[in-house]
Each structure stands twice: as C-alpha cells, then as structure tokens.
C-alpha cells in the first residue's frame, strides 16, 4: 500500500513557500526490471521522488534543504535549459562532484520519459546515466553494490537505449568474470539474447526461469 500526503515547504533557494506531495510508505508487489526499476505498487511513486519548486525551479527530493553552492547552479542559465526535475536534480548532483547519484537520478528521468512514450527523452537520459557512471568511476565512485551487478545494469541500460554493440562488450565482459552471482548470469545470458534480437523494451526479473532446487540466488537491490 502506499500512502501519500501533503508538506508546503520554504524553498531553500528562493525562500518561497509551496506545497509538495510527500510520500508516507509504499511497497512492492512485484519483481523490479533488469535496470532495477522497482515494481508495483512502489513504481508509480517514482515521479514524486524529485520535486521542484514553483517559484526559482530548485530540483531536488527536499527542497527544503540545499548544500553548499547549489543556489548558484539554480541561477545558471545551463541549469534553467535542464527539461524536467529530475534532469535538473542529475544537472545540481554533476556539478557537486556526485556523479554516481547523478547517473541513477538520470536513469530514473528515463523511467518517466517511458512511460510518457517520449522515446528520444528516455534514450537521451540514459546516455547521460552512462556517460555520469563512466565519469564516477573514473572518480572512484561505486553505483552498485559490486562490478557485477553494474556490469548487468549497464548492460540493459545500453541495450534499452539501442547501444547494441556497446551493450554486448559491456554483457560478454560481465559473463568473464569471477565469482558471478546465479542471478547476474543468468541475467546477462538472456540480455545476449535480447541484444541479438535488437529488443529495446522492458524487462522484468520475473522472466528468468529457476535455478534447480538447491541453487543459490541473489537480487539486485
């Protein structure tokens, strides 16, 4: 069930009041895809994970609070040509050094664009989810628990956005690893498949047939 209220707020930025949806609770009822967008009923919150605000078009998931330097980013004129809360919250999170958060905010503006049907804004914000995790491991930044797990999700993430060769090296390489988890194989040798077929669509966990009894799984938090 997910339960869901109101908060006005002093923006942090601009010091105008507004009022915000807050979220209470929620939970999932079913398995999260493969770029792990959780699944229902928690799915249908994700547009209220960021909010902006009226009045100054602060992004960010309280705009309440600021860190240190982000009035100034709000105020640039690169920040105000940022299309939608998300993207402008990826844009703050960039320009702070955060650049592993910045990809999943990305990625997230990505789940909304698909549901919208706006293919070219999906494909466009997961090229930026790639492009800021290439650059926060380039600063020692992790986005997943483990190598393994961000092979996988990359993986999908370059084939949902039709980056077929660049989504094949990233799965062959993923499959060379030690130690992979039953899960993340058995993810990744379907992702093959789809690559082969060209399929750009979604995913689920649920697809993945069942290990023999006695096989240890794990999932993708």
Same mark, same amino acid.
Request: charged share 25%; glycine share 8%.
């Given at each position: 069930m997910t339960t869901i209220?109101?908060?006005?707020?002093?923006? &942090?930025? /601009?010091?105008?009041?507004?009022?915000?949806?807050?979220? #209470?609770?929620?939970?999932?009822?079913? $398995? $999260?895809d493969f770029d792990t967008r959780p699944g229902e009923m928690l799915r249908s919150t994700i547009g209220h994970w960021v909010v902006e605000c009226p009045h100054c078009g602060y992004a960010a998931p309280d705009i309440g609070?600021? $860190?240190? #330097?982000? &009035?100034?980013?709000?105020?640039?004129?690169?920040?105000? %040509?940022? %299309?939608? $809360? *998300?993207? =402008?919250? &990826? *844009?703050?999170?960039? %320009?702070? #050094?955060? *650049? &592993?958060?910045a990809g999943w905010t990305a990625l997230h503006a990505a789940w909304l664009a698909d549901d919208s049907g706006d293919e070219a804004s999906a494909r466009s914000a997961r090229a930026l989810a790639i492009d800021l995790w290439k650059r926060g491991k380039a600063a020692r930044q992790n986005f997943m628990n483990n190598p393994h797990e961000e092979f996988a999700l990359v993986t999908d993430v370059c084939r949902r956005m039709g980056a077929f060769d660049e989504a094949l090296q990233t799965c062959r390489a993923g499959l060379q690893g030690d130690g992979i988890p039953p899960l993340i194989e058995d993810l990744l040798r379907l992702e093959l498949t789809f690559? %082969?077929? =060209?399929?750009?669509? /979604?995913?689920?966990l649920q697809e993945i047939p069942e290990r023999p009894a006695g096989a240890q799984r794990v999932t993708l938090q």
């Open positions: 209220g109101e908060k006005t707020t002093c923006c &942090a930025v /601009c010091g105008e009041m507004s009022t915000r949806v807050i979220l #209470g609770s929620s939970n999932t009822i079913e $398995p $999260p609070e600021r $860190p240190e #330097g982000v &009035a100034e980013i709000v105020r640039s004129e690169e920040y105000l %040509q940022k %299309q939608g $809360p *998300f993207l =402008r919250h &990826a *844009f703050i999170l960039e %320009q702070l #050094g955060h *650049f &592993a958060e690559i %082969q077929n =060209r399929d750009t669509s /979604c995913h689920s």
